[in-house]
T-cell receptor, first 112, second 114 residues
Framework: NAGVTQTPKFQVLKTGQSMTLQCAQD?????MYWYRQDPGMGLRLIYY???????DKGEVPNGYNVSRLNKREFSLRLESAAPSQTSVYFC???????????FGPGTRLTVL | AQSVTQLGSHVSVSEGALVLLRCNYS??????LFWYVQYPNQGLQLLLK??????LVKGINGFEAEFKKSETSFHLTKPSAHMSDAAEYFC????????????FGTGTRLKVLA
C-alpha cells in the first residue's frame, strides 16, 4: 500500500497564478484533511472532509478551495496564489473516530 | 476553544540522557491526545495516543507519555536519548464533538548531542 500520496512534491508559482494540489489515499479512510506547516506555527488545518461528499473549513481556509472527488481523493486549489501562501502543505487521512491520522510526504510551495 | 502549548521550541539533550518534551492543553473536557514525530523533509508519524483507559501510554521507539488531568498535561518522555531521536515533535489534541479534528502545538525540535 502506498498510504497517502501527494503531487507535486515541489512547486514555484508567481503571484496570481492558480494551481491544484492532489492527494490520494488507499486505506479506505473516510476522513481526509489538508494542513499547512509554517516555521514556529505547527500545522494548521485548512479544510477537512469527514466523509465522501462533505467538506468543512478549518482554521485557515481563506484563499483555498477543496474538492472531495471520491473516497480516495481530496484536492486543494489555490485560485490566485499570494506570497503568504508559501508553505509546506500536508494531506492526511484517518478512519472515523479519535484515530491516527496518516500523513503524506508534503508539497513544498513557493509563491514569488 | 481548545489550545495546545508546547514549552520549548528547541530542546537539546546528550545521547543517553532523559528526554522530556512538555505539552499542556486547554479544554473544559479532557480531549484525545497525540504525539507525532516529523523527521526532516518527511510527513508526520504517530508516536502514541491517549483516548481512554490507562493514563500512562507507551508508544514506538521507547517513548511514553502520561495523561495528567489535574495538570492538563501530556508530557512525552524517553529514558535514554539516541541520535536517531533527533526530529521535531508535535503534540495534538482532538475534540470529542464528533469531527475529531486535530489542533497541533507549535512543535519542539529535539537535538541529541554526541
Amino acid at each position: 500500500n502506498a498510504g497517502v500520496t501527494q503531487t507535486p512534491k515541489f512547486q514555484v508559482l508567481k503571484t496570481g497564478q492558480s494551481m491544484t494540489l492532489q492527494c490520494a489515499q488507499d486505506m479506505n479512510h473516510n476522513s481526509m484533511y489538508w494542513y499547512r506547516q509554517d516555521p514556529g506555527m505547527g500545522l494548521r488545518l485548512i479544510y477537512y472532509s469527514a466523509s465522501e461528499g462533505t467538506t468543512d473549513k478549518g482554521e485557515v481556509p481563506n484563499g483555498y478551495n477543496v474538492s472531495r472527488l471520491n473516497k480516495r481523493e481530496f484536492s486543494l486549489r489555490l485560485e490566485s496564489a499570494a506570497p503568504s501562501q508559501t508553505s509546506v502543505y500536508f494531506c492526511a487521512s484517518s478512519d472515523r473516530g479519535p484515530n491516527e491520522q496518516f500523513f503524506g510526504p508534503g508539497t513544498r510551495l513557493t509563491v514569488l | 476553544a481548545q489550545s495546545v502549548t508546547q514549552l520549548g521550541s528547541h530542546v537539546s539533550v546528550s545521547e543517553g540522557a532523559l528526554v522530556l518534551l512538555r505539552c499542556n492543553y486547554s479544554s473544559s473536557v479532557p480531549p484525545y491526545l497525540f504525539w507525532y514525530v516529523q523527521y526532516p523533509n518527511q510527513g508526520l508519524q504517530l508516536l502514541l495516543k491517549y483516548t481512554t483507559g490507562a493514563t500512562l501510554v507507551k508508544g514506538i521507539n521507547g517513548f511514553e507519555a502520561e495523561f495528567k488531568k489535574s495538570e492538563t498535561s501530556f508530557h512525552l518522555t524517553k529514558p535514554s536519548a539516541h541520535m536517531s531521536d533527533a526530529a521535531e515533535y508535535f503534540c495534538a489534541v482532538s475534540d470529542k464533538g464528533g469531527t475529531y479534528k486535530y489542533i497541533f502545538g507549535t512543535g519542539t525540535r529535539l537535538k541529541v548531542l554526541a
